[in-house]
């Protein structure tokens, strides 16, 4: 061993962690996480441990046990350490050791990002500062790419926002409106962050979809106007018309009515998605008429089929955005080196109990299963999941409860905040118990309805989910095609397409 003398009475020296003494410590939980091994057994241990000189010339160390265990468990076997006289009492020892661990501040994510840009100023690409400091690759990218954005970084340093969050906020810092409530939402409720944020995806980009949408009406030179009204007299879908000589009009072939007097079109967003329709303005004007027997459906939505059209809607939507976030989890959680003590049971029950959902993830190939590894299975080959547990043993639990947790997942949709089963509820409660956050919909799974937000309160911050956030998208001017329990087309998928008239006769 080397010694270097720093005066009388403290001296450093490198010691084998294998030969010292460890102390009674205050630690009791040393938490050797992956990071931290292979942290030290790329750079060694870089702060010095505390010991004192003990019986047979080893190193009794004071503090520093987790460095000391960390280094054998990375095979490093030179410690720097700062040899000081024992301590006169074990009171002493414990305030040593309480104040080494207590009195350390530790770095924030903007000071953390900060340094790696340095370090990519300096030539280094994002997997090699990962590989050095033992991060991993997509948290670097994310740090870096929140120091180059002012919004960001002042998220960061200002609102204590983490770098994940910060990173959100690039997408929407074009509107300061949004980045506030984001903030917001991360202050308030930050275990809600990620569903919020999805949910403002995806109504970007169903705003995104009607822009594009107007916008190739406008080049055709197609009139767009406001989805008509249930009582507006004057407009009518264009097949529910018909000439002067009891033609029925139509929209597609030779004799289609675009372009002819007082043809519009019309978007909007319903349960069925975003849509487009075909009217005609003024069609009594154009010598055109409602069929007198058209069997077109009359009657005004009362307020009460109104709201819960609106719920319908808006709790679809809250669905499919929660769906993404669920599944991004899902594949995090299945990537940990840990997994929840009753996984296995979890899989065993599934494999027992719930035979169609597994069945039908069997017909599939597993194909969500191997989603959620990055995988996908190419006909006629070996799947993936037999190759991963042939290469990697120890990934057979994993495997298994992926399995288990794609059939139960695969099994859900639209429908199921609705009308959850014994199924349902038994699987969200299983994810919540593993550290899950429910979003306000998934939670009506579980019987747990959204507490009512103060009229007081700014609603950007963390709007519920039972709001629309879109002007007009709850159609309450539709007359009542259907009754609103009947309205479950929605778990089907979305997509534009030419609808029926929503108009009575006049």
Same mark, same amino acid.
């Given at each position: 061993m080397s010694n270097t003398e720093t005066g009388t009475s403290i001296r450093v020296q490198y010691v084998d962690p294998r030969e010292v003494v460890i102390k009674a410590n205050v630690r009791t939980d040393v938490n050797l996480t992956r990071e931290f091994v292979a942290s030290i057994k790329r750079h060694g241990v870089i702060v010095p441990v505390i010991g004192h000189p003990g019986e047979e010339g080893r190193v009794t160390v004071e503090e520093g046990q987790r460095r000391i265990l960390g280094a054998i468990e990375a095979e490093r076997f030179e410690v720097p350490a700062y040899i000081v006289p024992a301590s006169d009492t074990e009171a002493i020892r414990i305030i040593r050791q309480l104040i080494a661990n207590d009195q350390r501040a530790e770095l924030t994510d903007g000071e953390r990002a900060a340094a790696w840009k340095q370090l990519e100023l300096d030539g280094l690409s994002v997997t090699a500062i990962a590989r050095e400091l033992s991060e991993k690759p997509k948290r670097v990218k994310a740090g870096l790419a929140v120091v180059d954005s002012e919004v960001a970084t002042n998220a960061v340093a200002e609102h204590q926002l983490t770098l994940d969050q910060a990173l959100v906020l690039i997408e929407f810092e074009d509107d300061p409106?949004?980045?506030?409530?984001?903030?917001?939402?991360?202050?308030? &409720?930050?275990?809600?962050?990620?569903?919020?944020?999805?949910?403002?995806?995806?109504?970007?980009?169903?705003?995104?979809?009607?822009?594009?949408?107007?916008?190739g009406f406008d080049k055709r030179g197609i009139r767009v106007i406001d989805w008509p009204s249930w009582d507006d007299k004057t407009v009518a879908a264009v097949e529910?018309?018909?000439?002067?000589?009891?033609?029925?009009?139509?929209?597609?072939?030779?004799?289609?009515?675009?372009?002819?007097?007082?043809?519009?079109?019309?978007?909007?967003?319903?349960?069925?998605?975003?849509?487009?329709?075909?009217?005609?303005?003024?069609?009594?004007?154009?010598?055109?008429?409602?069929?007198?027997?058209?069997?077109?459906?009359?009657?005004?939505?009362?307020?009460?089929?109104?709201?819960?059209?609106?719920?319908?809607?808006?709790? &679809?939507?809250?669905?499919?955005?929660?769906?993404?976030?669920?599944?991004?989890?899902?594949?995090?959680?299945?990537?940990?080196?840990?997994?929840?003590?009753?996984?296995?049971?979890?899989?065993?029950?599934?494999?027992?109990?719930?035979?169609?959902?597994?069945?039908?993830?069997?017909?599939?190939?597993?194909?969500?299963?191997?989603?959620?590894?990055?995988?996908?299975?190419?006909?006629?080959?070996?799947?993936?999941?037999?190759?991963?547990?042939?290469?990697?043993?120890?990934?057979?639990?994993?495997?298994?409860?992926?399995?288990?947790?794609?059939?139960?997942?695969? &099994?859900?949709?639209?429908?199921?905040?609705?009308?959850?089963?014994?199924?349902?509820?038994?699987?969200?409660?299983?994810?919540?118990?593993?550290?899950?956050?429910?979003?306000?919909?998934?939670?009506?799974?579980?019987?747990?309805?959204?507490?009512?937000?103060?009229?007081? *309160?700014?609603?950007?911050?963390?709007?519920?989910?039972?709001?629309?956030?879109?002007?007009?998208?709850?159609?309450?001017?539709?007359?009542? *095609?259907?009754?609103?329990?009947?309205?479950?087309?929605?778990?089907?998928?979305?997509?534009?397409?030419?609808?029926?008239?929503?108009f009575g006769d006049e």
């Open positions: 409106k949004l980045v506030k409530a984001l903030q917001e939402t991360a202050r308030k &409720n930050p275990d809600g962050f990620a569903h919020y944020a999805q949910r403002l995806r995806d109504q970007r980009d169903t705003e995104r979809q009607i822009a594009s949408l107007i916008e529910d018309l018909q000439d002067a000589d009891g033609k029925l009009l139509t929209i597609d072939g030779d004799d289609s009515y675009e372009g002819r007097p007082g043809h519009a079109v019309a978007v909007r967003e319903s349960w069925r998605g975003v849509e487009f329709g075909h009217f005609v303005t003024d069609f009594k004007t154009h010598g055109l008429r409602k069929p007198s027997a058209s069997g077109a459906p009359v009657g005004k939505w009362t307020d009460a089929e109104k709201a819960e059209r609106r719920t319908l809607i808006a709790n &679809n939507k809250a669905w499919g955005s929660a769906e993404v976030v669920r599944r991004e989890w899902l594949a995090s959680f299945l990537s940990r080196r840990t997994l929840p003590k009753n996984a296995l049971s979890f899989a065993a029950r599934v494999l027992v109990e719930n035979t169609g959902q597994v069945r039908s993830a069997l017909d599939d190939h597993h194909g969500l299963a191997l989603e959620l590894f990055g995988y996908e299975y190419k006909w006629g080959t070996t799947n993936p999941l037999v190759t991963l547990i042939e290469h990697n043993p120890a990934k057979t639990t994993t495997v298994l409860l992926a399995v288990a947790v794609a059939a139960m997942e695969g &099994n859900t949709s639209k429908s199921t905040w609705r009308s959850p089963d014994a199924d349902d509820v038994f699987y969200f409660t299983t994810l919540q118990g593993w550290g899950y956050t429910l979003s306000e919909v998934e939670n009506l799974v579980l019987g747990i309805t959204p507490i009512a937000v103060d009229a007081d *309160e700014e609603p950007a911050q963390t709007p519920a989910e039972g709001e629309s956030g879109v002007e007009g998208e709850a159609d309450e001017s539709a007359t009542r *095609e259907t009754e609103p329990e009947e309205v479950q087309a929605g778990d089907g998928p979305e997509q534009v397409e030419e609808t029926p008239s929503e």
